[in-house]
Structures are given as C-alpha cells and as structure tokens.
C-alpha cells in the first residue's frame, strides 16, 4: 500500500464514473458557490468571518456524503441512482454538518498555532466522514475513531492529501495572480472557475476513501490474527 497506488486506483474509479460523480454533486457545488456570492454581494466581503465556513456547512455535507454513499455502492457492485443516493443522504445531513463545522474548528485551531499542527489534524480526522456515513457513528464518535484509525499511517494519508490538494491550491493562487490580479473576478467566471476546482477537488474524497477501506481492512486482519 503506497500512495502512488492509491492515487492510481483513485483516479481510474474517478475518471470512469466522472460523468455519475458530475450529475450527482456538481448541481449542489455550483449552489454553493451562487450562495456564496450571494452573501458577499448583501452582507460585503468579510462582513461576517465565518459566512464562507456557513454557507460551506449547508452544502458540502450533502455532495460529499453523497458521494461517499455512491462510493461504497460501486465498491460492492451496487449502480443506485442519483435520486437513490441523495435520498440517503438528506437524513445523515444534520450529523455531516456538525461534523464539517467540528472538523473545521479543529484544523483552523491548529493552523492558528502553526502549520504543521494544522496538517496534522487534517490526517487525523481524514476518515471521519467515513466512519460516519458508513459506519452510523456519532460526530464526535467518528472523530475519535479517526485518530484511532489513521495511526501508524500519517505519512500515507498526508502524501495522498498533499497530491491532491497542493496542486489544486497552486492552480487556485495562480488563476487569481494571472487573470484577476486582486480584484473580485466576473461572478459568471467566479462561479465556473470555483465549481470546477469544487469538482476536481472531489478526487481528494475518492483517494481518502480507497485509503480507509485498505486500512480498514489491514485492522480487520490484525484482529483475526491475534
């Protein structure tokens, strides 16, 4: 198990059912990014500080445990439908929320100290949704099983991290540096170039969730053998 391997099974499950994924997240990700706006627009830009985390709070639950949901369909041969998979995933919302906000809070005061303590809460709580969504625990239930978890493979779960989502903040940093030089992009463009890297960065949703199953499966095993 490597993180090279991981990313390569990643991406061919991503890139074959890219179509599914789309349909099934990318309406609820462009809301997202319209809400967004839409917020800025009434209340200014940075009128309230935590009015992005809000308005992410709202939707990201309900695509990211979708797909979650559609994930583990597939990995056992199920083909549901989107209508079948949002269906599930409306009732686990409340708990995918306060999961989201907690998680937030947990990283965002670890970046407060440093960046790396930061990072480190990220892996930590990496497969927390997982446990949630797949497992039926509670927010805080499935927090402390993520640090049980991801144990002894920090630097696997941070390298997929890392190969996903650095070249996503590059190519963010270098679209705003390149083509809007500061200054607040077209909505239409902002919209587009904010739902597309919302799309991609689903990818880092695909990879984390083919690490949990392969650790997953290595405690399993440990278990049987003692």
Not at 46 to 61: R, S
Not at 179 to 186: K, Q, V
């Amino acid at each position: 198990m490597n993180v090279l391997t991981i990313l390569r099974d990643a991406w061919y499950f991503y890139s074959r059912n890219l179509t599914t994924i789309a349909r099934l997240c990318l309406p609820l990700i462009v809301l997202e990014s319209c809400a967004k706006l839409a917020v800025d627009h009434w209340l200014g830009k940075g009128a309230l500080p935590a009015q992005e985390l809000l308005t992410g709070i709202l939707f990201y639950p309900l695509y990211v445990g979708a797909l979650i949901l559609f994930l583990d369909a597939r990995s056992r041969g199920h083909e549901p439908s989107v209508r079948e998979v949002l269906a599930r995933t409306l009732p686990i919302w409340p708990a995918l929320a306060v999961l989201a906000a907690l998680g937030t809070l947990l990283i965002v005061l670890g970046a407060s100290l440093f960046v790396l303590p930061g990072l480190w809460v990220m892996v930590k709580i990496a497969f927390a949704e997982y446990l949630l969504v797949l497992r039926g625990m509670t927010p805080l239930a499935a927090l402390k099983a993520s640090f049980q978890q991801t144990r002894g493979h920090f630097l696997l779960i941070l390298g997929c991290i890392l190969a996903v989502l650095l070249p996503l903040w590059i190519l963010e940093a270098w679209i705003a540096a390149q083509f809007w030089a500061g200054e607040p992009p077209p909505p239409a463009q902002a919209i587009l170039v904010d739902s597309a890297v919302g799309l991609i960065q689903l990818l880092a949703t695909v990879v984390l969730f083919r690490c949990f199953m392969l650790c997953s499966a290595q405690a399993i095993t440990r278990d049987e053998q003692r």
